[in-house]
């Protein structure tokens, strides 16, 4: 198993930025691709990004496409979300999550854990 906690949200300007970080525990961190996820208040979890188990590749949804960034360290146990140009649609709890697969995936039923989420909120 590996232990998932989530950093970093808070409260920003529209067009302003956060980086969000990711710190596993448990099982060898480079074993598992991970991905961010985000939920609004009465809203589906909803796929935002995903970054293969090496970090060689990775893919985003197209409403972040070009304005967030997903990284790992593996070697820190740790993953990334950057996110610029923030706007008030982006508000949401952000989870990360991480799957054994090598495939890309992108619905949440994939991931086999997560983290507890943390909280960004864009003001206008």
């Known amino acids: 198993q590996v232990q998932l906690v989530e950093s970093g949200g808070g409260l920003v300007q529209a067009g302003g930025s956060l980086r969000l970080s990711c710190a596993a525990s448990?099982?060898?961190?480079?074993?598992?691709?991970m991905g961010w996820f985000r939920q609004a208040p009465g809203k589906e979890r909803e796929f935002v990004a995903t970054i293969s188990r090496s970090g060689g590749t990775t893919y985003y949804a197209d409403s972040v496409k070009g304005r967030f960034t997903i990284s790992r360290d593996n070697a820190k146990n740790t993953g990334y979300l950057q996110m610029n140009s923030l706007k008030p649609e982006d508000t949401a709890v952000y989870y990360c999550?991480?799957?054994?697969?090598?495939?890309?995936?992108?619905?949440?039923?994939?991931?086999?854990?997560w983290g507890q989420g943390t909280q960004v909120t864009v003001s206008s």
């Open positions: 448990g099982r060898t961190f480079s074993s598992y691709a």
């Open positions: 999550a991480a799957q054994s697969s090598p495939a890309y995936l992108t619905r949440p039923r994939d991931y086999h854990y």
